[in-house]
């Protein structure tokens, strides 16, 4: 049995404790800055109030003050933060760990850079954010998973990169169970690039389900023609990264399932009825989205590399009506006649 | 403008009606003897009972007897008739056509032969339904399209595929308008297969729907998961037949929204719920479900091909599940783990 230490006690990271405590492991759970109130309430009577139930046997609480304590003799580190948190994360927690601890991040963002050149989140803290030449054996994992349903032990199925195969399959078998199913994978750009264009792609084909509602009406056809769009640049983008299409089928189930909830769900409807993103803003205040950084620097990447040659930023018009809609105040106008 | 006769008054063979008034054209619908009353209605007052709507202008219905009256001079003849009824098709529609008229089908569905050979309609109607030595030019319509709301013209995209290009961007020319939207492809393999497919696996995923149900929940993470591994089967098994990943993205979309709605989301929820097969058919009686025989001869040409060493039936174990269930009474038991 392991010792498993999660910094992050967001609704992902803290139901990672539960398939880690049916496999027997000792878990420790630390709060960042944010997560104060839930630490303090998991400490009084082990009760997570942001996922409304208690935690699994063998899980410590540990405040964020406690995080050397936390650290110590632990065999893997779960980095549950948020993609803002990342920078935080790299700082404040990766600078305090050996170079042969494994790290498994569960963040799903991109960074773009003035070449455009876009990192999915495990090679952005290898490239970016750790001290010069510092190499850390960063994992991720991605896939169709509303934490909730793992915490109820509802049958999950997530692929699980990065870039050494023993320690991918040492991952898988910390955490695999009868409802938990992990596919171990070395596509990291693959799927760690799809998991999080899918939150973009969410706010895209729910544009769709506002101009219906603006309609009166429940319609599927245009729905479908977006969902269909978006597989089709994301399948692009993950080719033009060096990905393959067999990842590119965990972000569209997740797409599958984002689309009927969720918060990105929330701003593409809101905008599809005619709201500018101001106003939907507005709408959901405290809404985080990850969906608009995403869009932002994907659709800044592909427009570099349309200019320099290397991309068609044409072959995205779903992308880069997004990016018109966020960033430039257009309204909604989606280009049909340009979906192939 | 052309003089189109459609053959086949059913839903999605009326709905195509709508473009080709919208391109000018004259359309002649023909109803099979299945579509007697239909035919005796729009006689009446244009009134498409089926689809709940009057007809566009210039549509002019035929019964059945005034076959050749409704295909003389004309210059595309439409097959809108169900998967069962293509033998009937062949033999009594295309039998009476000149060589050089060209055809399109909107019927989704295969057909196996004793060595594992899988065959879509347009190629079957080829290769096996006509006189010996003679070719037709049948093209093939896919993709994620609800015929009402085509006929509400509301944004569809679908895929056109058949062998001839310059055929394929006739037939576009036809059809194409503001709402209707149409992409050409010569991979008739990788569209027809997987739009037939995804009849299939529609009934894969709603087993999902149906066991969360049993338990008083619904739940997405399960459901994705399905999701997941439909869309890698259909891959696979259009790769193996030789189509492209692209004209799977139809399919995908297509299962997107079957899954919300229809009549194999139905039975895949019964089956889910813990109905056997026979019961689930007895829940919904005269429910003609196209997915049976799909399910059935793509199983049976997989497991064929699996004994000849061409292809490996391990790598489908959702479709074999659905094999299992509806061809063997064997009850619900997903295989979760053999997914990947």
Chains 1, 2 share one sequence.
């Not at 878990?27 to 997560?35: E, K, N, Q």
Request: glycine share 8%; hydrophobic share 40%; proline share 6%.
């Amino acid at each position: 049995m392991s010792i498993i230490t999660i910094v992050g006690a967001g609704m992902m990271g803290s139901a990672m404790c539960f398939p880690a405590s049916d496999n027997g492991h000792q878990i420790r759970l630390v709060g960042t800055p944010y997560d104060q109130e839930i630490i303090r309430r998991l400490k009084e009577d082990n009760f997570h109030a942001k996922l409304g139930m208690p935690l699994p046997p063998r899980c410590t609480p540990f405040y964020y003050e406690e995080l050397d304590q936390a650290l110590k003799g632990c065999q893997l580190l779960i980095a549950g933060v948020p993609s803002f948190g990342i920078d935080w994360f790299a700082e404040n927690v990766l600078s305090r760990i050996p170079d042969d601890l494994v790290v498994l991040s569960i963040t799903k963002g991109l960074e773009d850079e003035p070449d455009g050149t876009l990192l999915p989140i495990s090679l952005a803290y290898n490239r970016k954010k750790l001290a010069p030449g510092r190499r850390l054996s960063i994992n991720s994992i991605g896939g169709p998973c509303i934490s909730q349903e793992l915490c109820q032990r509802k049958h999950t199925s997530v692929a699980l990169c990065g870039e050494d195969l023993d320690t991918l399959y040492w991952l898988k078998s910390q955490f695999i169970t009868t409802y938990y199913h992990i596919q171990p994978t070395q596509d990291v750009v693959g799927i760690e690039c799809s998991v999080a264009m899918k939150n973009a792609y969410a706010v895209g084909v729910a544009l769709a389900i506002g101009l219906a509602k603006q309609q009166g009406a429940a319609l599927s056809n245009p729905q479908a023609s977006l969902f269909g769009q978006a597989v089709r640049e994301m399948l692009r983008l993950v080719h033009l990264l060096g990905g393959q299409t067999d990842s590119v089928i965990y972000a569209t189930s997740d797409l599958y399932v984002t689309i009927n909830s969720g918060r990105n769900r929330k701003l593409g409807e809101a905008l599809g009825e005619g709201l500018s993103f101001q106003e939907a803003l507005q709408r959901y205040p405290g809404l985080t989205l990850e969906s608009i950084p995403i869009i932002t620097r994907a659709a800044r990447a592909l427009r570099k590399r349309h200019e320099l040659g290397t991309a068609n930023f044409n072959k995205f018009p779903l992308l880069r009506h997004l990016d018109e809609i966020i960033n430039q105040g257009a309204p909604v106008h989606i280009p049909w006649n340009e979906f192939g």
